[in-house]
């Protein structure tokens, strides 16, 4: 007897490699962003695409705030055609995300998303700013 895990057929082994390893062209997890913050490898611009008022509220430290709808030729104006940037918004019930990273992709630029957003951050214990910081 299958279980619902088993019941429809794992792909082969070629066609899972293909598709894992498509899926780093396209996300980046947060414990990865951490590392390379962390070890001065930041060679992206992180980017939270949720409202002014929820980064005012906590945001990653090194992040800067452009709201998804504000992504614009202007707003990115002050950085090279070939920048990274790695998006992120609330966590998986949110799809801020998509929507910053479908207008970075629409505009021309390089661009992941970081899997789990402010949630996932929170879950492997990393800090975040907060209003209450001085």
């Known amino acids: 007897m299958s279980s619902v895990v088993s019941r429809v057929t794992a792909a082969p082994s070629s066609q899972a490699l293909a ?3 498509k899926l780093l062209q396209f996300e980046t997890d947060c414990w990865d962003v951490h590392f390379a913050i962390s070890n001065n490898r930041q060679d992206f611009v992180l980017v939270d695409v949720r409202s002014e008022l929820l980064f005012g509220q906590s945001h990653i430290e090194q992040a800067i705030n452009i709201p998804h709808k504000k992504l614009t030729v202007d707003t990115l104006k002050a950085y090279p055609d070939d920048t990274l940037f790695v ?18 992709a629409e505009l021309g630029r390089p661009v992941k998303k970081m899997i789990g957003g402010i949630t996932g951050w929170i879950d492997e214990g990393l800090p975040l700013v907060t209003a209450n910081q001085p």
């Open 19 to 21: 598709h894992f390893q």
């Open 87 to 104: 998006v992120y918004c609330a966590g998986p019930h949110c799809n801020g995300t998509e929507k910053g990273a479908i207008k970075l």
